[in-house]
């Protein structure tokens, strides 16, 4: 044995290691190996996993023949501004609640209604990728974020819409429509 393995450097798939980090590195994986830990099948799944990005991508071509253009477009508005710049990289499993209840309180103190449709949209993808697969189950780390207060709109008809409303009314009145198809 030398004394240059500190500076005698391995490239692999763990980075650049000295020497001395090699050989703590294969004796941590062979003690792993040793306790009965599937080496082969946690790195299969590691490599197999989704990102948010990837996953947002999937659901998005799911539901496209699913819902309205305009929730088309606001989910894919959400997910292009929100979503993506913040988890687009991370493995969907990965996200924890934390960085979500961040990522909510950030986009909130700008915007709290964005904010809660994004956390809404996030719920709603997780809880589409657990029952298609893609995710495994009891994995949601928007579970728990608590909403932002909203105001309710009151909303009044326009004349034209009240006449359009009382002609509708006269005419299945006069029809004999039954109130309740």
């Not at 071509?61 to 501004?81: F, I, N, S, W």
């Amino acid at each position: 044995r030398n004394n240059r393995s500190d500076t005698v450097q391995s490239i692999g798939r763990f980075g650049v290691l000295t020497l001395d980090q090699a050989r703590a590195k294969a004796k941590e994986l062979l003690s792993r190996w040793q306790l009965g830990e599937d080496l082969v099948a946690d790195r299969r799944a590691r490599l197999e996993a989704v990102t948010v990005s990837q996953l947002t991508e999937i659901f998005l071509a799911d539901l496209a023949q699913k819902r309205k253009p305009g929730t088309m477009r606001e989910y894919g508005r959400l997910v292009k501004a929100e979503i993506i710049p913040s988890f687009g990289n991370v493995l969907a499993r990965d996200l924890s609640r934390a960085k979500v209840a961040k990522w909510h309180a950030k986009i909130g103190a700008r915007a709290p209604i964005v904010a809660n449709r994004s956390v809404r949209l996030l719920r709603t993808l997780y809880r589409w990728g657990v029952t298609r697969g893609e995710l495994p189950e009891g994995v949601n780390p928007t579970l728990g974020i608590a909403y932002f207060p909203e105001q309710a709109k009151q909303r009044f008809l326009s004349d034209a819409e009240a006449k359009a409303l009382g002609d509708a009314l006269s005419l299945a009145e006069i029809a004999g429509v039954h109130p309740d198809p």
